[in-house]
């Protein structure tokens, strides 16, 4: 996190009376003691949407026997656009015209107030020996929700919990790497043959699944640095619906591009973050200058990534796309939202809006999605079924009579491979990808031949003769190759 230090000489200022003379600076420049103790004290300034600050936090401790001070932006921003300088050197005027202005009977009622208040010993987290210090600089601490830092937090902790559990409950450690795609399925990726066929919940799942760790760490990154802007200017219940509602709209232009790929990857949602943000770059929201810079390192982002995507044959450029585009419409939405006074009621209406939108354009588009390899997987239920059936005369023991196998072949095995045929021919061939339309025509040369066999069977049984015997040897032999053929497809 960007931060500014300097150090102030006391001039035989006692550090105790330092603080105190710090404390009522802060109040008269509006920013919020949070943290009092023998050691120190912290300051906290405000969130400005203009500035593009979620805050600073100025701390004040002794050190050489001078004050140190330290502003530090809060969340994990990447640069702070000269904020924490500015605050140290409006301190550092404040303070100076604080020691010549407070009265002494006022400066004493401070001191007595401070005595009260401070925390001492191994409550003092400004004391780097305490035990509070050693609590506050564990590491972990940037996947704890904070108040004005909590739903991004919140998002990245469900991502890594998901994928540490996937790849536990799939006991393969190249899932760490790179999951297979059952694994991926089973924990909710976005497929269409499964998802359109009532398995709406994966729409949303597969926003929070993802295909290896490098895929996990590069996404969270990235929606790192969109949520510690974003979150603090469009606040929890906004941020979260546009967060979920653009991963809904990047899942769905998935479904409707894709036909056979797994989808899975919190990218749809922050491509539409970043959506949000571009939009909102757009208005005079935030300050000019802020503005520019961040316009130029998100613009940057988008493109680099959509000519990664474009270039790549791995990447789902249909979900990217689709979760910019509509976090693009979304973040003019939501500007038109913050410009005005803040409304409970208001935010709940215009977040309502968008869930009612993502679920009106679920209902228009999902009923008109194509779906080949749906149509095909059910097909091909309906076909091992039949051949199941067709091929059971082949498990009757050798004491069987003729008549009982005649009988099997006639009213079993020949109409179960012409339900095959019927099933084979309903496929349509020309919307599958290639590898499929050549297994379709396999089964059907396979099939044909099945038939035969058991029609010159069946004639064999019934006029009790080895006439057929060549022919049946050789389509044995056609049906052999084939399904080598098949197997290996």
Not at 92 to 109: G, T
Not at 424 to 446: G, H, S, T
Request: aromatic content about 10%; hydrophobic content about 45%.
């Amino acid at each position: 996190m960007p931060k500014k230090t300097q150090s102030l000489p006391l001039n035989g200022l006692s550090f105790e009376d330092f603080i105190s003379y710090a404390v009522h600076a802060c109040s008269e420049l509006d920013w919020a003691t949070t943290y009092l103790s023998e050691s120190g004290v912290r300051m906290e300034t405000s969130a400005s949407f203009k500035k593009n600050t979620n805050g600073e936090i100025i701390t004040i401790t002794e050190k050489d026997g001078n004050a140190n001070i330290v502003s530090e932006s809060i969340g994990a921003v990447i640069t702070d656009f000269g904020n924490n300088r500015k605050n140290i050197e409006t301190f550092i005027e404040k303070i100076k015209q604080v020691r010549k202005e407070l009265p002494p009977d006022q400066h004493a009622i401070i001191k007595e107030r401070m005595a009260e208040l401070m925390k001492r010993g191994d409550e003092d987290e400004l004391n780097p020996s305490s035990q509070a210090a050693k609590e506050v600089e564990k590491w972990w601490s940037i996947f704890i929700p904070k108040k004005d830092f909590f739903i991004t937090p919140l998002i990245i902790d469900i991502n890594v919990l998901l994928f540490i559990l996937m790849v536990i409950t799939s006991k393969k450690a190249e899932t760490i790497m790179l999951p297979d795609n059952e694994s991926l399925i089973a924990w909710g990726a976005n497929f269409k043959p499964y998802t359109l066929d009532g398995q709406w919940w994966r729409l949303f799942t597969s926003i929070f699944e993802h295909i290896g760790i490098i895929h996990l760490v590069m996404n969270m990154y990235a929606l790192l640095y969109a949520g510690i802007f974003l979150e603090p200017l469009l606040g929890k219940l906004r941020f979260t619906t546009a967060y979920i509602v653009t991963g809904l709209f990047a899942s769905l232009a998935s479904l409707w591009w894709h036909d056979s790929s797994v989808g899975a990857g919190a990218s749809g949602a922050i491509f539409g973050m970043y959506g949000v943000f571009l939009a909102l770059l757009l208005t005079n929201l935030i300050e000019k200058t802020v503005r520019q810079q961040l316009l130029k390192s998100i613009g940057i982002f988008v493109v680099l990534n959509v000519v990664i995507g474009v270039s790549s044959g791995f990447v789902d450029n249909a979900a990217h796309l689709g979760g910019l585009i509509s976090g693009f419409l979304i973040g003019f939405i939501l500007y038109y939202s913050l410009l005005q006074p803040f409304n409970k009621i208001r935010e709940a209406v215009v977040c309502l809006f968008l869930i009612i939108a993502i679920g009106a354009a679920s209902f228009v588009l999902i009923p008109r999605i194509n779906n080949p390899i749906g149509s095909y997987m059910k097909i091909m239920d309906e076909f091992g079924k039949a051949e199941e059936n067709a091929i059971a005369v082949y498990a009757l023991p050798d004491s069987t009579s003729a008549s009982v196998l005649i009988n099997e072949y006639s009213t079993v095995s020949i109409p179960a491979w012409e339900s095959c045929e019927k099933s084979l021919a309903k496929i349509d061939v020309k919307a599958l990808p290639e590898p499929l339309q050549k297994r379709v025509e396999l089964l059907k040369e396979y099939t044909m031949a099945r038939k035969k066999e058991a029609l010159l069977r069946k004639k064999s049984l019934e006029e009790n003769s080895n006439l057929y015997t060549n022919e049946i040897n050789e389509l044995e032999a056609k049906i052999n190759g084939l399904l080598k053929q098949l197997s290996n497809e």
